[in-house]
C-alpha cells in the first residue's frame, strides 16, 4: 500500500486581505510543501507582499489559513511566530540603530529557550560576514550584509516556514547569487520550507518547486516552476523575459 502524500505546511484557500476598505486579495489558494519552496511572482501591486502579511495576521483577511494542519487566520502576529512561522520582510526590518548580536537576538524573542549561542554559530557558519560584524551597528552594513543579517535573525527563531519578501531587491547580482546559495545549504540543512516573493522571476522558479503567479490579487497561473519555467507564453506575457 503507497504511503499517502504529506500534507502541506501551509495552505491557504479563499484567501482575501483588505487594507480598510481596499481590497488586495481576492479569494486565492496556494500552499507550501513540507520541505519545498513555493514562488510567489507578479508585478508590484499584485499582493505578493499582502499574501506574506496575511499569512501573519499583519491586515485584515478572510477565508482558511492553516500552517502544520492548524488554522491561524485571526491569530495575533507573535502568536503566528511562536507556532514557527518567520518572516523576512520587504526592505529586510533590520534595526539600524541596533548592532547585529542585538538583531540576531530579536528573533528568539517569541522562544522559550532563549539561549542562543548555539544559533549563532549556526548562522555564522553559513554568513561568516555577520561574525566579523557581531559587534557593528547594523546601518553600517551594506546592503547584501543587511539581507544576511536579516536572514539570519529569522533563522534564529527556528522556524518550519520561512516567508521571504523580495530578497534580491536592491542587490548587486554577485551578492544576489551568493545568498541564493546559501538559502540552498540552510533549505537542505534546517528543513526550512519556504515561500518567496520575488521580482525576479527567473531567478526565483530556478529555486522553487512549485510557483504561483498574481496579477491584481489573483493567480493567474499555478504550477510547477519547471513548467511555468518552460511555458513561453507565460513568460512573455506575465514574467517579462
Do not use: W
Request: glycine share 10%; with cysteine.
Amino acid at each position: 500500500m503507497s504511503a499517502l502524500p504529506e500534507a502541506p505546511i501551509l495552505e491557504a484557500k479563499g484567501l482575501h486581505a483588505a487594507y480598510g476598505e481596499t481590497k488586495v486579495l481576492h479569494g486565492i489558494d496556494f500552499a507550501v510543501q513540507a520541505g519545498g519552496v513555493s514562488a510567489l511572482l507578479g508585478a508590484n501591486g499584485a499582493g505578493k507582499t499582502t499574501t506574506l502579511r496575511a499569512i501573519c495576521g499583519m491586515v485584515k483577511t478572510q477565508g482558511e489559513i492553516r500552517f502544520a494542519g492548524e488554522r491561524i487566520d485571526g491569530s495575533a502576529t507573535e502568536d503566528v511566530a511562536r507556532r514557527g512561522v518567520a518572516h523576512v520582510p520587504d526592505g529586510r526590518g533590520t534595526f539600524l540603530e541596533l548592532t547585529v548580536e542585538e538583531n540576531m537576538r530579536l528573533g528568539a524573542y517569541t522562544r522559550r529557550d532563549r539561549d542562543v549561542s548555539a544559533d549563532f554559530e549556526r548562522m555564522f557558519g553559513y554568513f561568516p560576514r555577520l561574525r566579523e560584524r557581531y559587534r557593528q551597528q547594523a546601518g553600517t552594513l551594506s546592503g547584501g550584509e543587511q539581507q544576511m543579517l536579516a536572514i539570519a535573525r529569522a533563522l534564529v527563531l527556528r522556524p518550519k516556514l520561512l516567508l521571504l519578501d523580495e530578497p534580491s531587491f536592491g542587490l548587486a547580482p554577485l551578492i544576489v547569487q551568493e545568498i541564493f546559495a546559501i538559502m540552498r545549504r540552510i533549505r537542505a540543512d534546517e528543513h526550512v520550507s519556504i515561500l518567496l516573493v520575488e521580482q525576479n522571476a527567473s531567478l526565483a522558479l530556478d529555486f522553487a518547486e512549485d510557483a504561483y503567479l498574481l496579477e491584481t490579487g489573483r493567480i493567474v497561473v499555478a504550477g510547477p516552476a519547471a513548467e511555468i519555467r518552460q511555458d513561453e507564453s507565460v513568460r512573455r506575457s506575465y514574467l517579462g523575459y
